[in-house]
Antibody
Framework: QVQLQESGPGLLKPSQTLSLTCTVSGASISSDSYSWSWIRQPAGKGLEWIGRIFIGGTTNYNPSLRSRVTISGDTSKNRFSLKLNSVTAADTAVYYC????????????????WGPGTMVTVSS | DIVMTQTPFALSITPGQPASISCKSSQSLLYTNGKTYLHWYLQKAGQPPQLLIYEVSNRFSGVPDRFSGSGSGTDFTLQISRVEAEDVGIYYCMQSVQVPRTFGQGTKLEIK
């Protein structure tokens, strides 16, 4: 059974850097059958895709956040991370990590596994 | 970015009755490989979203057959043939034909 678990500080001050880690169990983040994404959701609002990493090295980011975001992977610990610089109150949200699963036919099980989410609050 | 527009914003359905949610995209979601990358999720209170339907009409593992998806190009529909109490939550469509991935604004389903 594949499980994802987000971890990191829950409270930040404006201008600080948000750093979250998603630890994966039951699947290898090195597999080329998967990519790994971060998605966030402000309270009572919809879902915003932040970006993704293929552990082979490719990353893609939402243009709305690209200047502030870095997603990286640590294959030795089977986890991937999110860094978001210069946070403001607008970055307050539940942050989720999620898996994309690709099969050999080209089918995509988009975000088939999610972590439970972690709440991050930005406040002075 | 591809804009995803869902209607209605909310539904109130009697158990056993059908429900339908529409999702329209600002661009075609048909990819060059012939697949259409439109997916549906249900987010129950206090939980992350869960994948219901992938690639327009394929039920994900464990999803009851009362859920079905249809559509093509830019117009898509999620149908629930007979709503049950456990179906309450917010339904989202999402496109993965292009980066950035984008979601609809959500449709809240409640039980009468």
């Amino acid at each position: 059974q594949v499980q994802l678990q987000e971890s990191g500080p829950g409270l930040l001050k404006p201008s600080q850097t948000l750093s979250l880690t998603c630890t994966v169990s039951g699947a290898s983040i090195s597999s080329d059958s998967y990519s790994w994404s971060w998605i966030r959701q402000p309270a009572g609002k919809g879902l915003e895709w932040i970006g993704r990493i293929f552990i082979g090295g490719t990353t893609n980011y939402n243009p709305s956040l690209r200047s502030r975001v870095t997603i990286s992977g640590d294959t030795s610990k089977n986890r991937f991370s999110l860094k978001l610089n210069s946070v403001t109150a607008a970055d307050t949200a539940v942050y989720y990590c999620a898996r994309n699963h690709y099969d050999s036919s080209g089918s995509v099980y988009a975000f088939d596994v999610w972590g439970p989410g972690t709440m991050v609050t930005v406040s002075s | 970015d591809i804009v995803m527009t869902q209607t209605p914003f909310a539904l109130s359905i009697t158990p056993g009755q059908p429900a339908s949610i529409s999702c329209k995209s600002s661009q075609s979601l048909l990819y060059t490989n012939g697949k259409t990358y439109l997916h549906w999720y249900l987010q129950k209170a206090g939980q992350p979203p869960q994948l219901l339907i992938y690639e327009v009409s394929n039920r994900f593992s464990g999803v009851p057959d009362r859920f079905s998806g249809s559509g093509s190009g830019t117009d898509f529909t999620l149908q629930i043939s007979r709503v049950e109490a456990e179906d309450v939550g917010i339904y989202y469509c999402m496109q993965s034909v292009q980066v950035p991935r984008t979601f609809g604004q959500g449709t809240k389903l409640e039980i009468k």
